[in-house]
């Protein structure tokens, strides 16, 4: 079965800090990978994906994540994270299903707080 | 423009009721998501339906209906709430072809 493991379940640090965030899924096939922010009180947004190409894919708001197959992994990267980022973080991996359709499978999620 | 909405955001209710959450998608999208956070946040999925065919279904008490009259709607009707059904149900949508969700802000469901 298709899964998502997050390591990191509450990460803690200080403005400018440099953040990174595991990430590893279990699937065999082609995969669509994701990075969802949820900031306190609010829905989810897409920080970033990664379809195929450059396996560095470049976010919002400073964010980036490496796929690295080999290690089935695609970990959240910021060199110099700011209070605003507090949030929940979400690693998703997309699998398909019966009928050629997709179901979005999410991580535990990791709490970061990054304090002022 | 809210491209996913749903209604109503907060909801509080005795254990026994019966209530319904809508969600409405103005993206052109052809499926459609419902999504349960619990209190630890994880995200299970629960239901999906493309152009109102269920296509997931995952395992999820009889009491929960998904409705889904045309593709931008999809409702969630849960009958007979339990103290466990308290979350925040999330209705997401997206276009097949690529997986990316787009999320609605939430209905917080708590069961007294």
């Known amino acids: 079965a298709q899964s998502v493991s997050q390591h990191n379940h509450h990460v803690i640090l200080s403005e400018a800090a440099s953040l990174e965030l595991g990430c590893n899924y279990s699937?065999?096939?082609?995969?669509?990978l994701f990075w969802y922010v949820q900031y306190p009180g609010q829905h989810l947004q897409l920080l970033l994906k990664?379809?195929?190409?450059?396996?560095l894919v470049k976010g919002i708001k400073g964010f980036e994540a490496e796929f690295i197959k080999s290690k089935f992994s695609f970990n959240l990267r910021k060199p110099s994270v700011q209070w605003s980022d507090t949030a929940e973080y979400f690693c998703a991996v997309n699998a398909r299903i019966s009928g050629g359709y997709n179901k979005l499978i999410f991580g535990a999620g990791t709490r970061l707080a990054v304090h002022p | 423009d809210t491209a996913v909405s749903q209604t109503p955001k907060y909801l509080v209710t005795q254990m026994g009721n019966d209530k319904s959450i809508k969600c409405e998608q103005n993206?052109?999208?052809?499926?459609m998501y419902w999504y349960k956070q619990d209190s630890k946040k994880f995200l299970k999925i629960m239901f999906s339906?493309?152009?109102?065919?269920?296509?997931i279904n995952e395992t999820v008490p009889n009491r929960f209906s998904p409705k889904s009259p045309d593709k931008a709607h999809l409702n969630l009707h849960i009958n007979s709430l339990e103290l466990g059904d308290s979350a925040v149900y999330f209705c997401?949508?997206?276009?097949?072809?690529?997986?990316?969700?787009?999320f609605g802000e939430g209905s917080r469901l708590t069961v007294l």
């Open positions: 339906y493309n152009n109102k065919e269920l296509i």
């Open positions: 990664y379809f195929s190409g450059d396996p």
């Open positions: 997401a949508s997206s276009q097949e072809n690529t997986g990316e969700l787009f």
């Open positions: 699937y065999g096939g082609t995969v669509n």
């Open positions: 993206l052109g999208h052809d499926t």
